[in-house]
């Protein structure tokens, strides 16, 4: 009795401890996000966790940190590049520091609706496109977004004219603010995290932003007017560190691909069904006017930012922009 006992406990013990060991051996995978718990890129990354931890069978512990906890999204791209960071979906104006050719994505009024958008970029332009960051110590799965961007200010923005000599809160992206100096405005870099602050205080008068941070953000509490203009598409490139990502099997890494995909695809659902929403709430909240732009009004505003087109085209690879307005010219015929 004594010997069975001993032997069931040894047993148990044992079990436990394997337990332990393979509760202690799953791989941390620590992800960035500079949104909110509230957004679809937040249900993006939750779906993107229950496949990897679900496929791996516990190899893998998925961590979110939403809302800049890691820090702003250069500084996190800077701490991917040595590992420290494992994942993230970061805005292509963020990356374009890191590979100029993201500087494409960027481009003003050029994507005519999300459809064409999401056969461009997951065509093999955008895959080219996406592939230039390996060698700046990123690992390239899909592009996922933040939708098409609006403006806000706190007069109504109807024609190029109304933007002269306004401030503008940018991200730090050469394009953007060349974007904004050709309407004759002074764009100001400020971090997304201090936006709101910035507005508030006067510091910029107008900003660009998707409807997702608008609405979660809460811009539209201190900006009078919303302009509706889709004027620009903020896309993100989910991308792993590289230095990490190459340290796992072969099989993980196309677990790893496979969930960030699938993700970013129910990401784009999410952030489609939610923009009504956000804009529903901002009207009701009732102390911002949304405007709606007429095709003229906006064919005012392309021909104005017209020229970021002549000077960033040169900037990218050779022939880039040429082959992606063919291809684009193509996908809106379809």
Sequence with gaps: MKNSLKFMFSTLALSFSAMSMNAYSATLIKVHSDMTEDSAQQEGIERFKQLVEARSDGQYEVKIYANNALGNDVEVAQQMQFGAV???????????????????IDMPFLFPSRKVAYQFLDGE??????????????????FWESGFKQMTCNDPITKPADMQDRKVRVMESPLL??????????????????????????????????????????????????????????????????????????????????????????????????????????????????????????????????????????????????????????????
């Design 86 to 104: 494992q994942a993230a979906p970061i805005p292509t104006a963020k990356l374009s520091g890191f590979d100029k050719d993201l500087q494409l």
């Design 125 to 142: 332009i955008g895959d080219e496109v996406l592939s230039g960051l390996r060698s700046s110590g990123f690992e390239p799965a899909m």
């Design 177 to 334: 603010i060349s974007q904004y100096k050709a309407l004759g405005s002074n764009p100001v870099p400020i971090a997304f995290s201090e936006t709101y602050t910035a507005l508030q205080q006067g510091v910029v008068e107008c900003q660009e932003n998707p409807l997702v941070s608008i609405s979660q953000m809460k811009f539209y509490e201190v900006q009078k007017d919303l302009m509706l203009t889709n004027h620009g598409y903020l896309g993100t490139a989910f991308v792993f560190s590289k230095i990490w990502f190459d340290s796992q099997s072969a099989k993980n890494q196309q677990l790893l691909i496979a969930a960030a995909r699938e993700a970013g695809h129910y990401q784009r659902e999410r952030s489609i069904a939610r923009e009504e929403v956000y804009l529903n709430g901002i009207k009701q909240a009732g102390s911002t006017e949304v405007i709606s732009l007429t095709p003229e009004q906006l064919g005012e505003f392309r021909n104005a930012m017209s020229p970021v087109y002549q000077e960033f085209g040169a900037k990218l690879s050779q022939g880039l922009l040429d082959r992606a307005q063919a291809k684009l010219s193509q996908l809106s015929e379809m």
